[in-house]
């Protein structure tokens, strides 16, 4: 299995301040159809897991513009242009490419 | 608006048994493969086991291999997961998921609230 690994475990952020998390991956994650099956989920306290980024930097409806995502290979970030306070709670990516699909750790993401 | 809800979680002592099921309703309920995944107390998220949307194909995380069952009813929009010989490293919230059939790669679309799983004397 395709092991991912996050960085930080925990995250303290400023309200409106800038954070980034990184993902990289046991072996690459493109695939044979030129897609790059890198998603990243958050799960806030009390509420179940949401995708916010598919395909490395592809937003879900209604994810707000300050997510972002980016890399390629085996070495991807989600960055958050400005923490809100609804920004709260654990992150982790997710590899598709390879069967079966596996999750990073999760960092968590929480205000200073 | 698509909506899956998981029942049937509980306490259960180790070696034991237990089923859990998710209703669906929102979307057509063959075309989707549905999976479960969980979450341990304090850890993080983890793949359990898939099936596609005519239920003729299971997977399964190594972890659980013969000793958990998923099935599905397309009739009755319902998913299952058997659980036999329960350790106490399976305690965890289990959720329900899906995805449309045939996807690759961009998995677990709609999540349900989650069924908590505690196996313990």
């Known amino acids: 299995d395709v092991v991912m690994i996050q960085s930080p475990l925990s995250l303290p952020v400023t309200l409106g301040q800038p954070a980034s998390i990184s993902c990289r991956s046991g072996q690459s994650l493109a695939y044979s159809d030129g897609n790059t099956y890198l998603n990243w989920f958050q799960l806030r306290p009390g509420q179940s897991p949401r995708r916010l980024i598919y395909k490395v930097s592809n937003r879900e409806s209604g994810v707000p513009d300050r997510f972002s995502g980016s890399g390629s290979g085996t070495d991807f970030t989600l960055k958050i242009s400005r923490v809100e306070a609804e920004d709260v709670g654990v992150y982790y990516c997710m590899q598709g490419t390879h069967w079966p699909p596996t999750f990073g750790g999760g960092t968590k993401v929480e205000i200073k | 608006e698509v909506q899956l809800v998981e029942s049937g979680g509980g306490l259960v002592q180790p070696g034991g048994s237990l089923t859990i099921s998710c209703t669906a309703s929102g979307f057509i309920f063959r075309n989707y493969a549905m999976t479960w995944v969980r979450q341990a107390p304090g850890k993080g998220l983890e793949w359990v086991s898939a099936?596609?949307?005519?239920?003729?194909?299971?997977h399964y995380a190594d972890i659980v291999k013969g000793r958990f069952t998923i099935s599905r009813d397309n009739s009755q929009n319902t998913l299952y997961l058997q659980m036999d010989s329960l350790r106490g490293d399976d305690t965890a919230v289990y959720y329900c998921s899906n995805w449309p059939e045939g996807v690759h790669g961009v998995f677990f679309d709609y999540w349900g609230q989650g069924t908590l799983v505690t196996v313990s004397s």
């Open positions: 099936i596609s949307g005519s239920g003729a194909t299971p």
